[in-house]
């Protein structure tokens, strides 16, 4: 993560209280969230707007209807939000929205009423970092004190970050090419099972015999933090292409393994994420796992990956999944930190497609960039 820049705003004392803005994939949301001296947040308002049936008939997110989706109903999920606070403009300390990494045109819709709010309103606007917003959501829900190791696992983004302040993050891994909810929604996708994939396949996984089908664990035994999960994908459309009428009971036995090998492979990464992060840690330090993302909703991932959190000494902490998966509370709350500590940005602020959160590993392993090329980057 980049270290707060000083951009002059003074520092300000006292509970903040911001609306924020989030419009960079497919769920249109805002909230009001007020910060307390202290770290403590409370929620006001949290609306989200989710564009399930829009994107249904292409399975998949469809980044020019995103757009202009948000664009037909961000006005009123911020009137919601403001209303059920029961906020008015003046009584905001400042506006928060999503400047990237996402699709762009979404994004942009987002950021320009953001600002223009913030124009309007003489309060200070605060451009947030979407991956930011995921690392700081497990203080929405109660203490959380810095630093944590935190697995961001989602349909764009598939991380491990060393949550250290806001403001810094170190990167320990990521995945090379598809994320892990992506791995989902393929597979899903290629079996048939609708959009959303993630919840669809882990609904069709009930009753199936995760051993049936022998799928890669990619990079299993490996000593990095790395994933991929492109292999795992070609494997279950090779198994369910070899079935010429699979019965019900082959699409749960094959939802199922596919379900086993990615969470087999998140616990065997976290296993190296979790040695790694203790290093850095002093002996007597309490250890915290937070898993943040859509796929951390999956109740066998969880399960895997509290099993790992025990073996290892670390307390698991799962946000409740309304902020796992994208949403604004998480967004104003990173406003609300940054504004605190007087980061503020001016209205040129820029729509960031790409915005690594640890531009420093980023820069150097490119290879491992924000690994994917589609509608989540
Ligand atoms: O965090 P999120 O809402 O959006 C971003 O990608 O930023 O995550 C959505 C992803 C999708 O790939 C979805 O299929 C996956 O999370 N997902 C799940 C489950 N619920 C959502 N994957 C597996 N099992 C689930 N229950
Ligand atoms: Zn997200």
Redo the contacts with the bound molecule.
């Keep these: 993560m980049e270290p707060i820049a000083d951009t002059g705003g003074p520092r300000q004392a006292g509970a903040l209280t911001v609306l924020g803005l989030e419009t960079s ?1 497919d ?1 249109t949301a805002a909230a009001v969230v007020r910060l307390h001296e202290g770290g403590r947040a409370d929620v006001l308002s949290d609306v989200v707007r989710a564009q399930v049936a829009e994107h249904a008939p292409y399975g998949g997110v469809v980044p020019e209807i995103a757009a202009r989706a948000h664009a037909e109903v961000l006005d009123g999920v911020t009137r919601a939000a403001m209303d059920r606070a029961g906020m008015a403009w003046a009584q905001l300390d400042g506006i928060a929205a999503t400047a990237g990494p996402g699709l762009v045109g979404g994004v942009m819709v987002g950021l320009m009423t953001g600002k223009a709010i913030a124009l309007a309103a003489g309060k200070p606007f605060i451009a947030v970092n979407h991956l930011e917003g995921h690392a700081l959501s497990p203080r929405l829900a109660g203490p959380c004190p810095f630093p944590y190791l935190l697995l961001l696992v ?4 598939t991380q491990f970050l060393a949550v250290e302040d806001v403001g810094r993050a170190r990167r320990f891994g990521s995945t090379i090419d598809d ?1 892990a ?2 791995a ?2 393929k597979t899903a996708k290629i079996m048939g099972l609708g959009f ?4 669809a ?2 609904r069709a996984a009930e009753g199936g015999d995760a051993k049936r089908f022998p799928l890669p664990v990619p990079f299993a035994g490996a000593k990095h933090c790395d994933f991929s999960f492109a292999g795992l994908k070609t494997a279950a459309r090779r198994a369910w292409e070899q079935m010429a009428a699979p019965t019900d009971q082959d699409r749960a036995d094959l939802a199922a393994s596919v379900q086993s090998a990615i969470a087999a492979a998140l616990a065997d990464r976290s296993a190296n994420a979790m040695r790694a992060f203790t290093e850095t840690l002093p002996e007597d330090a309490d250890r915290r796992f937070v898993i943040a ?3 951390a ?2 109740s066998a ?1 969880r399960a895997r990956l509290g099993d790992t959190a025990a073996a290892h000494g670390f307390a698991l902490i799962a946000p409740p999944l309304r902020w ?3 949403n604004a509370a998480m967004i104003a709350l990173a406003g609300a930190e940054r504004l605190r500590r007087g980061a503020i940005d001016d209205l040129a602020a820029p729509a960031r497609p790409r915005w690594p959160l640890d531009a420093a590993s980023a820069a150097a392993s490119p290879a491992m960039g924000s690994g994917r090329k589609g509608p ?1 980057a």
């Design positions: 994939c769920e989602s349909g764009g983004h994320a909810g992506e989902f929604d959303p994939g993630g919840p396949l882990e993302g859509g796929v909703a999956n991932v796992c998966t994208d989540k």
